[in-house]
């Protein structure tokens, strides 16, 4: 079976620092990973995804997230924030049977200015 | 390209009443298709997964029920609804092995 864990319900950082937002995934077979962003009352939209290959991975908006299979880590990190990235995060596991995507409970990031 | 659609976008039911939510996808084929329940503090929970017409997996006993009578409509329903119901629904599809992409969702309140 699959997890995610995802460190941290919120998190809060001010405008211009450093965001990271920690995901531990838990899986017997090779993960696919994802990153999605939700803002109030919508829809997930992908930020980023790593399926095989290099283990840093780019995004939308600024956003990158590194593999780590040592640590079965996939955190999420901005080198700034803005105002606009305040918003729920959630990682998600799958793998390469096709299986459904396997949510963490999320993380809310507040940017304060 | 492909586009999926999910309504309504809010509903207010009583207790005890059935529920329809409807989902449809257009321009793919065969696609996987999932419904989450999303609540506050809880992520998104797997209710129902569909690999094709009729073949609909649950991954959690519940009040809910989901339907695939089109190879590119999925229908999540129940007949009697319980306050626990309440929260916001999330239809999404995905090529096997790949990310999925999420409808707008439903919010759900049962009173």
């Known amino acids: 079976a699959q997890s995610v864990t995802q460190l941290g319900s919120h998190v809060s950082v001010s405008e211009g620092a450093l965001v990271l937002l920690r995901c531990n995934y838990s899986s017997s077979v090779p993960p696919y990973l994802f990153w999605y962003v939700q803002y109030p009352n919508q829809g997930l939209q992908l930020l980023l995804k790593?399926?095989?290959?290099?283990?840093l991975v780019k995004g939308i908006n600024g956003f990158e997230a590194e593999f780590k299979k040592s640590e079965t880590s996939f955190h999420l990190t901005k080198p700034s924030a803005h105002m606009s990235d305040a918003a729920e995060y959630f990682c998600a596991v799958s793998s390469q049977a096709g299986t459904a995507l396997i949510f963490g409970k999320g993380t809310t990031l507040s940017v304060s200015s | 390209s492909q586009t999926i659609h999910q309504w309504p976008a809010t509903l207010v039911q009583p207790v005890g009443s059935p529920l329809s939510l409807e989902c449809t996808v257009e321009?793919?084929?065969?696609?996987?298709l999932y419904w989450y329940r999303q609540a506050a503090g809880r992520g998104l929970q797997l209710l129902f997964y569909?690999?094709?017409?009729?073949?609909i997996s649950s991954e959690v006993p519940q009040n809910l029920s989901a339907s695939r009578p089109q190879d590119r409509q999925f229908i999540l329903s129940s007949k009697k609804l319980l306050l626990s119901d309440s929260g916001f629904y999330l239809c999404?599809?995905?090529?096997?092995?790949?990310?999925?992409?999420f409808g707008q969702g439903t919010r759900l309140t049962v009173v």
């Open positions: 569909s690999i094709g017409i009729d073949q």
């Open positions: 790593y399926t095989t290959g290099a283990t």
């Open positions: 321009g793919t084929s065969n696609p996987n």
């Open positions: 999404a599809w995905a090529p096997t092995g790949t990310e999925a992409f």
